[in-house]
């Protein structure tokens, strides 16, 4: 199989929102070398610390991905719902007051008519069920009746569905702050462990960090084709997004979550699909093997499917990996999480 090499791509400056990065860890501390307190043999377990906080704060990062999802669901579906309820009430009162007129001109002449009394009630089922005469009503009389009636209940059926999605939408919205405080909280308890390292050790955090960026820029791809158009056009359009930030809950155009990266990805290839990664797990056929895997098919990582990202080739993944990190391209081996399936989307 023959290889490329995609040519090395200019050192790109960006602003993230996260104050929690590795890049914003590796400022020098203003404090001489000299004063920098003993090596803590405890230091290890710390950055372990930090690392598992990260790894936390995006997975709970997909978890407020699905409660936005849901929310912004929930309100579309409360405007649509109280737009139609206000157009049908229009509706309603244009009718009454045609009615009333005919009324008006009624009880001037002498008296009005049993099925306008019906249209004026305030209560048009309570006055049917007192009506014994209804033989005296027309044919047409009787089915504008029964049009207005049916309105009505309908004007009804929609407020009340708008007030059962209303009270939905501030659970979830209720839901997504809890969420939000979480994924803060645990950052923040991150840069608090961060700042316990030496300057030499946030340093080499940092140093890490940029060589996994670096090596991204020379990576082997090979030259395997996607397994279809739509695919390869997601996959473009995720490769020219290398080099941006990791933001949770962010899905681009410059800067990216996980399933923030792959959801705008297909967007850009005209194809919609779920938001997180645990319904991106479902978005389309089951691929089991790594090695049946195409450029620009999904990979599902981790046990509860909190990550995705875009198989590359060459066992590579393309991904927004965690705080403080670039979208990248990174081993799927070395890449620290389980891998669990493949996902071709159609």
């Known amino acids: 199989m023959a290889s490329h090499r995609r040519p090395k791509q200019p050192n790109r400056p960006y602003t993230t929102v996260l104050s929690v990065t590795a890049a914003a ?30 790894e936390e704060a995006t997975q709970a990062t997909e978890k407020y991905n699905g ?12 405007d649509s719902l109280q737009d139609a309820a206000a157009r049908k009430q229009a509706d309603l009162n244009e ?8 009324a008006a001109a009624q009880y001037r ?14 209560d048009p089922d309570a006055y049917l069920d007192k009506v014994s005469d209804l033989d005296r009503l027309s044919t047409q009389q009787a089915g504008r009746l029964e049009q207005f009636l049916r309105q009505q209940r309908d004007l009804r059926q929609q407020r009340d569905q708008a007030a059962t999605k209303l009270k939905d939408l501030k659970d979830t919205r209720k839901e997504l702050g809890s969420k939000k405080t979480l994924i803060q909280g645990k950052l923040a308890e991150a840069q608090r462990l961060l700042n316990t390292l030496t300057a030499e050790e946030r340093a ?16 082997d791809l090979g030259s395997e084709a996607s397994a279809s158009q739509r695919t390869a056009a997601a996959f473009s359009a995720a490769k020219s997004r290398v080099g941006k930030p990791y933001v949770w809950g962010a899905a681009g155009p410059n800067s990216f979550d996980c399933s ?3 959801s705008w990805a297909f967007r850009q290839a005209g194809v919609t699909i779920p938001r997180t990664s645990q319904d991106q797990a479902n978005a389309g056929t089951r691929i089991n093997s790594l090695s049946a895997l195409k ?5 599902i990582m981790r046990t509860d499917l909190s990550h995705v990202g875009f198989y590359a080739g060459n066992g590579q993944i393309l ?11 990174e081993s799927i081996a070395r890449s620290g999480m389980p891998f669990m399936w493949g996902v071709r989307v159609s």
């Open 25 to 54: 860890a590796a400022v020098v501390s203003t404090q001489s070398a000299s004063a920098d307190p003993l090596p803590d043999p405890n230091k290890k377990g710390v950055q372990a610390q930090i690392d598992r906080l990260y």
């Open 67 to 78: 409660a936005k999802e849901k929310a912004d669901g929930l309100q579309e579906q409360v």
């Open 95 to 102: 009718f009454r007051d045609q009615l009333g007129s005919v």
């Open 109 to 122: 002449s002498g008296g009005l008519d049993p099925s306008l009394q019906l249209f004026l009630s305030a």
């Open 204 to 219: 080499e955090r940092a140093a890490e960090e940029d060589r996994a960026n670096r090596s991204s820029e020379r990576v």
């Open 260 to 262: 923030g990266l792959t």
């Open 295 to 299: 450029p620009g098919d999904l990979i």
């Open 319 to 329: 991904h927004s990996p965690k705080p403080g990190a670039q979208v990248r391209y």
